[in-house]
């Protein structure tokens, strides 16, 4: 095997290909996580990929073999089978199919002037596609009974549909707006709606790790014990990265479109209205996505001394790991 360069270092078998200490790390770590082009991975190149890891842990690779092919193969296995369950993950639920399947409901959650029934719809439907991607992509080194996802599920589809109602009602009411304020501070409801409601998402369809912990390794993947401290750490970082998800999607859009609505090539062609409102959406959406997931490490780090103290009498190291999902 060739010896590793810049764009493809050395091979590490179950490790991050760029430094996870960094933003910009972490970046280019989750740019490689959501490629959609792993969406149109076929079966066969899958197998082959995985085949390939296996060929690399026995240390029986084919002659000619390079760490770029490695890399390229732990990238597709990543992005299609979950890393505790070694299953398969739906399509539309992988973070390689967060953008394309959920740009649909960010353009319909930033629907102009949207009516009571638009509202309802465009929050459940993205409410049911948060809470099925938080599922899909959890830590399930502990199995989740499943009538705790449909309380998490009812729970977060009724606290986005509320807050969304709420807010808009509220505005109705409200004397002191001119109709035209009123239409733009109207444009602003799904982002404290969603925000709110996906962090009440992750909670709700997550809280399973809260009672039960989570595996936590050494830094050579051994299981050393499971925490409640870390499943702790582990949902106060994802539903961080889900408050600030929504920020640039659905508070961008709205300030762009209101200049693009001005200009006389959009009042000539009023029907190319929602076409562009889609793409200023989607690339928001496509934005947005890698910065909120890259604040933190998919496997973050944590002191053995600032978790349960019985982890002082199972390892000697001074760091253990643990998968926090995505």
């Not at 493809?8 to 760029?18: C, G, I």
């Not at 394309?100 to 309802?120: A, D, E, Q, R």
Request: charged letters at 20%; hydrophobic letters at 40%.
């Amino acid at each position: 095997m060739a010896e590793g360069h810049a764009d493809w270092p050395a091979f590490r078998l179950n490790k991050p290909r760029f430094d996870q200490s960094t933003f910009s790390g972490r970046l280019r770590h989750f740019l490689d996580i959501i490629d959609p082009s792993t969406l149109l991975t076929s079966e066969k190149k899958l197998k082959e990929s995985c085949q390939l890891l296996n060929d690399y842990k026995k240390g029986q690779l084919p002659p000619g073999t390079r760490d770029e092919d490695l890399w390229k193969a732990q990238k597709i296995k990543q992005a299609i089978i979950h890393p505790d369950t070694g299953e398969k993950i739906l399509m539309p639920f992988r973070m390689s199919g967060y953008v394309p399947f959920g740009s649909p409901m960010v353009v319909g959650l930033l629907l102009p002037n949207p009516s009571i029934t638009s509202v309802i719809f465009w929050q459940w439907l993205n409410q049911s596609h948060n809470a099925c991607v938080n599922y899909s992509n959890r830590n399930a080194s502990k199995p989740t009974p499943i009538n705790r996802f449909i309380m998490g599920y009812l729970g977060a589809v009724t606290s986005a549909v509320g807050i969304a109602l709420g807010l808009k009602n509220l505005i109705k009411k409200a004397n002191r707006f001119s109709p035209a304020t009123k239409l733009l501070i109207q444009r602003f409801v799904p982002f404290p709606a969603v925000a709110s409601a996906s962090v009440c998402n992750v909670v709700l369809m997550r809280n399973n790790e809260l009672s039960e912990g989570i595996d936590v390794t050494d830094k050579d993947g051994k299981v050393v014990g499971t925490s409640l401290i870390a499943a702790k750490k582990a949902l106060i970082e994802t539903a961080i990265t889900r408050l600030v998800l929504p920020a640039p999607i659905l508070i961008l859009p709205p300030i762009i479109m209101s200049y693009i609505e001005r200009t006389k090539f959009l009042k000539r062609y009023p029907k190319i209205h929602l076409p562009v409102n889609a793409f200023v959406c989607t690339a928001a959406f496509a934005l947005a996505l890698p910065v909120a997931i890259a604040l933190f490490p998919q496997y973050s780090q944590i002191s053995t001394k600032n978790l349960e103290k019985e982890f002082l009498n199972l390892t000697n190291e001074d760091v253990l790991y643990y998968n926090k999902g995505l």
